[in-house]
């Protein structure tokens, strides 16, 4: 099993910035791919950035140019830089990991992004 806890979530007003932060914890040993999604109000979970574990990226076309994902492996953690906020990126923003075996994944409780215009 794996436990993940986000946090960094705040309020932030058009144009500023926030940092996230995902630690993991219990059998990290499995974790390859690493990611962020977000859930605006009354729209479906879509995936924000993944990154592996080898820093391999990739980023929804939404937030390309604005949002960095990075890991450090040894601390078992993933960040997410968001910068030039805007209120569309407003939401609950999980981190998610991707277990060795297809098909295992684990979730974090979330935290909560709001931009103010």
């Known amino acids: 099993q794996v436990q993940l806890v986000e946090s960094g979530g705040g309020l932030v007003q058009a144009g500023g910035s926030l940092r996230l932060s995902c630690a993991a914890s219990?059998?990290?040993?499995?974790?390859?791919?690493m990611g962020w999604y977000r859930q605006a109000p009354g729209k479906q979970r879509e995936s924000v950035a993944t990154i592996s574990r080898g820093s391999s990226t990739d980023y929804v076309d939404s937030v390309k140019g604005r949002f960095t994902v990075s890991r450090d492996n040894a601390k078992n953690t993933v960040y997410l830089q968001m910068d030039s906020l805007k209120p569309e990126d407003t939401g609950v923003y999980y981190c998610?990991?991707?277990?060795?075996?297809?098909?295992?994944?684990?979730w974090g409780k979330g935290t909560l992004v709001t931009v103010s215009s």
């Open positions: 998610k990991a991707w277990g060795s075996r297809p098909g295992i994944s684990y």
């Open positions: 219990g059998s990290v040993f499995s974790i390859n791919l």
